[in-house]
């Protein structure tokens, strides 16, 4: 007798094979170009770690021509000494800061000077379609407190590599280079011959369209983690993670970015008890108000701020 034989489903028809689904083919020689090195945990810090101040501050840009702009900005507020206690000592503060800036699609030249006598300024030139030229320089009264270096920052098909050149005998070098669509590894070597200091890091980078993922670790005893989980267009939620090796120090943070129509409004909690919320509202063309707070329960150092932004 016939083994009888089960009818064919509507999923799996008589005769046919199962789908295989073929894993994606990965074409290493055409990997995408890496962010570059010092800018691997740009997400995280872009979420959890926006400019907080104390006090008021306005800010005034002037566009003359489509390449030259002037910048005006006022602050006052308190401002913190570094004291060997718990003590949080403040004195109060204010200052106004003059800026002359020139941008052209392969030269960015910025300037700063400063009531209290500081002129910083900044340099980017590309020299070529893959190097560019970054240099800055930061000139003050107090002795030995000015300083400049020179970055030179080489794009490559699927890597970075940057060298820098300080006062005080600083030499540094880093590279970064895509192993997969999706992974990025590399390194960097520093020596600052004036506190006869050296050091080597290494960090790693794994980034989707939904996440980032970055970790870091060097000779000086620093380990760092984070993760930037993008919920929605609008909502991303991101968490660090930092120790010590040698102060046996360990902080770890949540935070979250929402952008909406007219805002951006960004927060964090840490391991320390500090709890910090940062909102930039759009009220008009050319015209932002600025909401800065922190609390720190550990110091109980409670810190607000508002501002205004005129100008594009």
Request: proline share 5%.
């Amino acid at each position: 007798m016939a083994t009888p034989v089960p009818p064919a489903t509507a999923d799996s028809p008589a005769g046919s094979k199962p789908t295989v689904i073929e894993p994606e083919k990965v074409d290493y020689f055409n990997l995408p170009c890496p962010v570059p090195y010092e800018e691997i945990n740009r997400e995280v810090i872009m979420s959890l770690k926006p400019e907080l101040f104390e006090g008021m501050r306005f800010d005034f840009t002037r566009v003359l021509n489509q390449r030259f702009f002037l910048s005006h900005s006022v602050f006052m507020g308190p401002t913190e000494l570094p004291t060997q206690s718990m003590d949080v000592v403040k004195i109060p503060t204010a200052h106004y800061e003059f800026g002359a800036n020139f941008i052209d699609p392969k030269l960015m030249l910025l300037g700063r000077v400063l009531t209290d006598g500081k002129v910083n300024a900044r340099v980017k030139c590309d020299l070529s379609e893959n190097l560019a030229m970054k240099a800055n320089a930061q000139l003050t009264g107090e002795p030995h407190m000015s300083h400049g270096m020179v970055n030179f920052d080489y794009k490559g098909k699927d890597c970075r590599t940057q060298f820098q050149f300080g006062n005080g005998a600083l030499f540094g070098a880093s590279y970064i280079q895509s192993v997969t669509p999706h992974l990025a590894l590399g390194g960097e070597v520093f020596w600052a011959g004036q506190h006869r200091k050296s050091g080597i890091g290494y960090v790693a980078r794994y980034n989707t369209n939904k996440m980032v993922a970055t970790g870091q670790i060097a000779s000086t005893g620093i380990v760092s983690l984070g993760y930037v989980q993008k919920v929605s267009e609008k909502v991303s939620l991101a968490s660090d993670f930092m120790y010590d090796y040698r102060s046996r120090d360990v902080t770890a943070s949540v935070g979250y970015d929402y952008i909406l129509r007219q805002c951006r409004l960004r927060g964090k909690i840490d391991s320390n008890g500090c709890v910090a919320a940062f909102l930039e509202e759009r009220l008009n063309m050319g015209l932002n108000f600025i909401l800065s707070a922190e609390i720190d329960h550990k110091k109980r150092d409670y810190k607000f701020g508002f501002g205004l932004t005129l100008g594009e």
